[in-house]
């Protein structure tokens, strides 16, 4: 995860409401002359934004994505917007003319029409100073020819360099092409996520209150390269992943299989700080596995009564980790 990221995932709870209270079903990438391709339904963010912002739902569950269209992308930058110049296929000259094309059938000659033109208005070749009296007996015309200034060569087509409108820097044909999709929300995935976390958003924004860095339902790569999802992930001031925090109903039947998923993917991701919510409190026996593997568990009768407790022991580790820093 960069640090650009981090800002703009925080944002991730207000936009998930956003998208719940307009109904939005589906994302599709369109043009806007002045700004180029963009989702529309999304509240205004850069496009490159926009991508990463629709990647993060897809890993999550919220949204499905399906191919749309394909766009240019930087290779350096990333950036969608370029500014396209012609060159020379043979000696790489942007010094490039384009015009109609005559063809001398006697000859072979190829240069442009108004090459051929005298001051009489007859049609004159230059290479063997013969009169072109008829088109498709002696002469013809090709289309559309460019001619390098600096080289003299004729050719039907040139090459292309794309020079990015974002860094400035300039690739050939092998600039990278990006599929674009559309994007259809998981109408149901929305609502339960929703409503199993918002207790976390409260947490969210106590924590960026002291300065906290955190990310609701964030994902983690494993070792195994598998991306794993938690319901909250903390950063340190590097904006390394330090803490992951989960929840668990601890009246649900799958209770025993829910701490064992925590506890694989913490290994997984080799997190070293874990927290688990329990509402209301877990086994006892399942409680001892926890703590055997460092996890941190959290009793409360609810979801909302556990905001503070929450806030305050991730403050205390939080801070133990910078002070050893």
Same mark, same amino acid.
């Given at each position: 995860?960069?640090?650009?990221?981090?800002?703009?995932?925080?944002?991730?709870?207000?936009?998930?409401?956003?998208?719940?209270?307009?109904?939005?079903?589906?994302?599709?990438?369109?043009?806007?002359?002045?700004?180029?391709?963009?989702?529309?339904?999304?509240?205004?963010?850069?496009?490159?934004?926009?991508?990463?912002?629709?990647?993060?739902?897809?890993? %999550?569950?919220? +949204?499905?994505?399906?191919? $749309? /269209? @394909?766009?240019?992308?930087?290779?350096?930058?990333?950036? =969608?917007?370029? !500014? %396209?110049?012609? +060159?020379?296929?043979?000696? $790489? /000259? @942007?010094?490039?003319?384009?015009?109609?094309?005559?063809? =001398?059938?006697? !000859?072979?000659?190829?240069?442009?029409?108004?090459?051929?033109?005298?001051?009489?208005?007859?049609?004159?070749?230059?290479?063997?100073?013969?009169?072109?009296?008829?088109?498709?007996?002696?002469?013809?015309?090709?289309?559309?020819?460019?001619?390098?200034?600096?080289?003299?060569?004729?050719?039907?087509?040139?090459?292309?360099?794309?020079?990015?409108?974002?860094?400035?820097?300039?690739?050939?044909?092998?600039?990278?092409?990006?599929?674009?999709?559309?994007?259809?929300?998981?109408?149901?995935?929305?609502?339960?996520?929703?409503?199993?976390?918002?207790?976390?958003?409260?947490?969210?924004?106590?924590?960026?209150?002291?300065?906290?860095?955190?990310?609701?339902?964030?994902?983690?790569?494993?070792?195994?390269?598998?991306?794993?999802?938690?319901?909250?992930?903390?950063?340190?001031?590097?904006?390394?992943?330090?803490?992951?925090?989960?929840?668990?109903?601890?009246?649900?039947?799958?209770?025993?299989?829910?701490?064992?998923?925590?506890?694989?993917?913490?290994?997984?991701?080799?997190?070293?700080?874990?927290?688990?919510?329990?509402?209301?409190?877990?086994?006892?026996?399942?409680?001892?596995?926890?703590?055997?593997?460092?996890?941190?568990?959290?009793?409360?009768?609810?979801?909302?009564?556990?905001?503070?407790?929450?806030?305050?022991?991730?403050?205390?580790?939080?801070?133990?980790?910078?002070?050893?820093?």
């Amino acid at each position: 995860m960069t640090t650009k990221d981090i800002p703009y995932k925080k944002e991730l709870i207000k936009a998930l409401i956003n998208i719940q209270n307009k109904n939005t079903t589906l994302f599709e990438p369109s043009f806007e002359c002045g700004l180029g391709f963009i989702y529309k339904e999304t509240d205004s963010h850069r496009f490159e934004d926009q991508i990463r912002f629709f990647e993060h739902l897809e890993k %999550i569950g919220i +949204v499905k994505g399906q191919p $749309s /269209s @394909s766009v240019l992308k930087c290779n350096f930058c990333n950036s =969608h917007n370029f !500014c %396209i110049r012609p +060159v020379c296929t043979f000696c $790489s /000259s @942007s010094k490039i003319i384009r015009g109609i094309a005559i063809v =001398h059938d006697l !000859c072979s000659n190829i240069d442009f029409d108004f090459k051929y033109m005298g001051s009489d208005g007859r049609l004159i070749c230059e290479k063997c100073n013969k009169e072109l009296k008829a088109i498709g007996v002696d002469y013809s015309k090709t289309g559309y020819y460019y001619k390098c200034l600096a080289c003299k060569a004729m050719f039907p087509s040139v090459d292309q360099q794309y020079m990015c409108l974002g860094c400035g820097q300039i690739s050939n044909q092998d600039v990278h092409l990006q599929q674009l999709c559309s994007y259809k929300v998981d109408v149901e995935k929305l609502s339960d996520l929703l409503n199993e976390g918002k207790y976390l958003f409260s947490v969210v924004e106590e924590l960026d209150r002291i300065g906290i860095k955190s990310i609701f339902s964030d994902t983690l790569k494993g070792i195994s390269k598998i991306q794993h999802t938690f319901a909250l992930v903390v950063y340190d001031k590097d904006n390394n992943p330090t803490l992951v925090v989960d929840t668990i109903e601890s009246d649900d039947i799958s209770e025993e299989t829910g701490i064992f998923s925590f506890i694989g993917r913490c290994l997984d991701v080799k997190i070293p700080n874990k927290i688990l919510i329990a509402i209301p409190e877990i086994k006892e026996s399942l409680r001892e596995l926890a703590n055997s593997q460092g996890i941190i568990v959290i009793d409360s009768e609810t979801k909302d009564e556990a905001i503070l407790e929450i806030v305050q022991t991730i403050a205390q580790i939080y801070n133990k980790i910078e002070i050893v820093k």
